[in-house]
């Protein structure tokens, strides 16, 4: 489902939300659902987390609905939204000590011995998503979001040089995984 720009009904829709319209909010919310939840799930461990980014995410659009600018694409504003309520649950995660240490998952990757379809969007998200959080998070900005080392140092306070590094180390799991998978695939495709 193509989510469109501003149009007649998305200002309508804004201005409802702006005037605390509760059946505007949930057209907005409709609306974007797909696209936002698609966000946080890559910044989350599981869905349980991504909804709770969601739902804050969601809360900071309504909140600050008033200093969108019609001039832009909202679904810009929007997903920026999503992302920097997401790097806050990242953030706030480190503070609490939950992410465990990157070290930790180097054995923790599975893989699925049943794939017998090649390699497709859905397989690559599951591969960023089984990355460590400190190296998928740095990823999704870099590679997807298009946040420059400079920008994500900042956002994610940490140095450049870490940045760069988790980037480097998180591209390098992938193209193992991918190597992997690829070997799986050709390993099923021979057995039928």
Known sequence: MAIPEVDEKSIHIIKGCIDGDRRAQKD???LYYAMALGICLRYSNNREDAIGILNEGFFKVF??????????????????????????????KIRQGILV???MYE??????????????????LAMVHQLPPAYRTVFNLYAIDGYG?????????????TSKSNLHKARGRLAEM????RAACGKTEEKT
């Open 107 to 124: 054995q923790t990757i599975v893989y699925d011995d049943t794939i017998s379809q090649k390699l497709n969007y859905e397989d690559l």
């Open 28 to 30: 907005l919310y409709t």
């Open 178 to 181: 991918v190597k992997n998978q």
């Open 101 to 103: 240490d990157v070290a």
């Open 63 to 92: 909140k600050n609905i008033s200093k969108y600018d019609y001039q832009k694409p909202f679904s810009v504003w929007i997903k920026k939204i999503m992302t920097n309520t997401a790097i806050d649950f990242y953030r706030a």
């Open 149 to 161: 080392h400079e920008e994500i140092s900042d956002m994610l306070g940490i140095a450049i040089g």
